[in-house]
C-alpha cells in the first residue's frame, strides 16, 4: 500500500533541495580556489623575489669592484621584504678575467656576483621558513628537480673591479709599452 | 514540433537547474586567478629584464669610464716621467754649459807640447791651459748628443702616448661589452632589430641591419669613447728654444738667456774644439750631424685633455614576455626620463643624458628593454688645471681644461668615476 505523502513526510519536512550540492561544489571550488589563490601569491612572492635578487646583484657586484665583501647579512639583506637576511641562500662573488692584455699590473677583472634567494630542494625537507615550509610536501608525480625552480631564484650581475685605476711609474711604463706594441705603431 | 517542445522542456529545466553552477563560476573565476596570475608574472619577468638591460647598461658605462680614466692616468703619468727626465737633463746641460763657458779662452792656443796619453791620464804633464781647453771642448761637445738623447726619449713616450690613443678605445670597447655580457644583456645585433624601427620612429631614422657580431653593450656616441687627448707644445720652464709660435704678450726672457747661452756654448766649442789637438769634439760628433742649438732645448710636447661624457646602451630581448609588455612604457618606469645635467670642471650644465640625437634637450625615447647609462671620468683633467691659461685651446670647446703642462710640475690627475646615469627605474640604484 502506498502511503500518503503525509505519512512518508511530515508537514515540517522541507522539499528536496540542492542544498547538499551547493555545498560540496562550494568546498570543491573553494578549495580550488584558496589552492590557486595561494599558489599565485607564492608565485608572484617569488617573482618579486626574483626581481630584487637582480637588484641585490647589482649592489653585490658594486661592492665586490669596490673591494669589500658582500654578505647577505650585510649589505643585501636590504634590499628584500623586511631585511629578509634569513631566505637569502647564497651571495656568490666571483673575479673573471674575460681578456687579459697580458700585462700582470693591469688585471681587467670583472667581479661577477650572484644573489640566490630561497632554499635547495634538500634544505626545504627541514624548512621552518615561511613560506617555504608551505612548499614541503611531496606532489604526485612530480619530481623533486622540478621544484627546484619553486624553491629558489637568482640574479646575476657584473660590475668592474675599479679600485686601481692608478698605476706607479714602472707600471705605467710596462704598460704603456705594451699599449705601444698593441697599436701597432712604427716610428 | 514534438523534437522542438523537448528541447525547450530540458532548456527550461536547465535553466531552473542550480546543480553545478558554484563550480562553474569557480571554474571562471579560477580561470581569471589564472590569467592574473600569468600576468603579474609576466609582469615581473618583464621588469626582471628591464633591470638586468639597465644593470648592463650601468656595467658596460663604468667599464668604459674606468678604462678611460686608466688610459689617461696612464698618459698623465708618461707625461709625468717626460717632465722629470726633462728637467733633469736641462739641469745636467745647465751644468755642461756652465763649464764650457767658464773655460778661459785666453789659454786657447797655449796647447803645444802635450801627448795625448799624459792628456788622458791626468794630463798632469800638460799645461792647464791645455787641460782646460780640452776639457772645454769636450764639455761643450755633451750638448749636442745630450739634445739627441733627451729627444729621442721625448719621441718614444709621445708615441707610446700617441699609441693610448688608439688602444684604450680599443679596450674600452671590449671590456664594456664584456661587462654587460656578464651581467646578462643580449646581443645588441638581436636586440636593436626588435626596437629599431621604435627608435627610429622617434629620430626619423631608418637603421641598417647589423653585422652578425657579439656585442652587447655599444656606446650611442661612438666618438666618446676617445680618450680625447692631443698633443700641444710645452710652454714653461724648461724650454723649447726654437718654439716659434708663443703667444705674443708671452714674455720669456730667461728663454732667450738660456738661447744665447747655447749659442755661446756652441761658438765656444767649436773654437776649443778646433784647435784642440785631439779633436776630441770632433771624435764626440757634436759638429757633424747634431741639431744646432736653435734646435736644443726640450721638445716638451705633451698629451692633454679630458674625455667627455659616454652613454652606453645596452638590452634584452623581448622573448619571452606576453602581450608585448616588454613593449609597454610603463615598464620603463612610466614618464620619459628627464635629461640629467651635471657640472663638472668647468663644465657647466653638462648633459649627461643624450637627447633623441637631433635634439639635446629632449629626452631619448628608448624602449623598456633596452638602457641606457652615462657615465663620466671625474678628475683634474690631463695636466691641465685652469684652459684660461692655454691660449692654443680656444678653438677647443670647454671640455678641454687645457694649460701649460709644465706651467707647474704636473701631478697625478687620477680620474676616477663619478656617476652612471640610466633612466629613473629602478631608483633604487641612483
Redesign the interface.
Known sequence: MKLPSATRCPSRCRPPT?AG??LA??C???A??VF??I??SY??YM??N??RT??A??DS?WLSGNGQNPTAQGSIAG?FFSGDDVNVAQVQSSV?V??S?GNPY?T?A?C?NSVTFGMSVSDLKQSTQFPFVLMNMQVPFMPEAMLTNFTSVS??????A?VD???S?PQ??L???E??W????K? | MKLFAILESRIRRLRDDQNGSVLLLSGIMAFMVAILGVFAVDTGQAIYNRIVAQNAADAAAETAALWQARGLNLVQQLNNFHYVFNVTLFGVEAGQLATCLSTPQTEANEHAACSIGALLSGGASCPPAIRAMTHACRECTKAGPNNDYQKSVAQQILAMQQSMTYTFPLLTLTYASQAAQQSGADDLSIVVPQYASKIGSQIGLSFPSLPAVNVFAFPINPASVSLNVQQVDGKYFPWRWSLVNLPSDDTRADEMVAKVAALVAWETGRIFCSTDPFQLGQFIGQFGGHDTPDDWGWRDKYYQGHPGYMTWAAGKTNQTELAGLGLLRWVNGGAPAAPVHYKFMNQDGLLMYVGTGLDSTSPLMVPPLIAVASSQVEGTGVIGKDGSLFKGFSSLGSLLTGINPVDQPPVDSTPHLISVYGVPFPSIYH
Open positions: 540542492a550540492a551547493i561544489e562550494a570543491i571550488g573553494l580550488l580556489l590557486l589563490w599558489l599565485v608565485v608572484t617573482s618579486n626574483r626581481i637582480v637588484m646583484a647589482r657586484a634590499s673573471r674575460p681578456l692584455p693591469f681587467p670583472v661577477s640574479g646575476h650581475c657584473a660590475w668592474p675599479d685605476n692608478t698605476l711609474g705605467a711604463i704598460l704603456a709599452a699599449a705601444r698593441m697599436g701597432g705603431i716610428y
